[in-house]
């Protein structure tokens, strides 16, 4: 059998795929995720008794704001990486915009208030139990993803674990601040950021594994 004769018998039968299939998958992997997330953030640790003033406040659409960044730049990321061909991690700096704009209100924040009040802003109450709430949040999401590349084809599978995981973090975050009473910037961009870089790199850890093709 010649070459041609080959990809002619290969190419038979085989549908053409559609073309937002790869954008349908991962958004079903993290809606399906984000819902059990949900769930877990409504049932398992409560939503704010606030909720409703809170969501008419800026600090609310400043967390918000940022986690919601996050997560689309990290599904972009995540989406760019799924499919099998080269790909330069550094265009993807504008992902770490967010974090300079969150920066940038922190520090204006923080100069409005004397600095015996920096180290209460920056711990608030929760910081003990943030950033690993986030991690445990992300959970679902990062199955709902794992999901979703079983009918895609990443080649950088640790990168991909890693976006996937960066995305799971972002937008359990984003979840998650529907529980959470913290309103300074620097708690937000400190522990919320750990959290979800911890997503991250438990996604670059289990990557090569579970992304395997």
Known sequence: ?????????????????????RARRLGLGILGGGAVT????????????DLGGAMRGFAFWMKWTYTISLGIGAVAVTARLAR???????????????FVLLAVVGAVEMAHVPAGDWLAMWLGH???????????LSGPIFIGLLWSFRRLAP?????????AGFAAGAWAATLYCLHCPEVSAIFV?????LG??????????????????
Do not use: Q
Not at 196 to 213: D, N, Q, T, V, Y
């Open 196 to 213: 979800i870089a911890l997503a991250a790199g438990m996604g670059a850890l289990l990557g090569p594994r579970l992304l395997r093709w």
């Open 38 to 49: 949900a769930i877990l953030v409504a049932l398992g640790l409560g939503l704010r008794s």
């Open 84 to 98: 099998p061909e080269p790909v330069r991690l550094l265009r993807f700096w504008p992902v770490a915009t967010p």
């Open 1 to 21: 059998m010649n070459t041609d004769a080959l990809i002619d018998r290969l190419a038979t039968g085989v549908r053409p795929v559609a073309r937002h299939a």
């Open 155 to 163: 080649t950088r599978l640790r990168a991909a674990g890693a976006a």
């Open 189 to 193: 961009l400190t522990w919320y950021t």
């Open 126 to 136: 929760s910081w003990t139990k943030c950033p690993w709430l986030v991690l445990l």
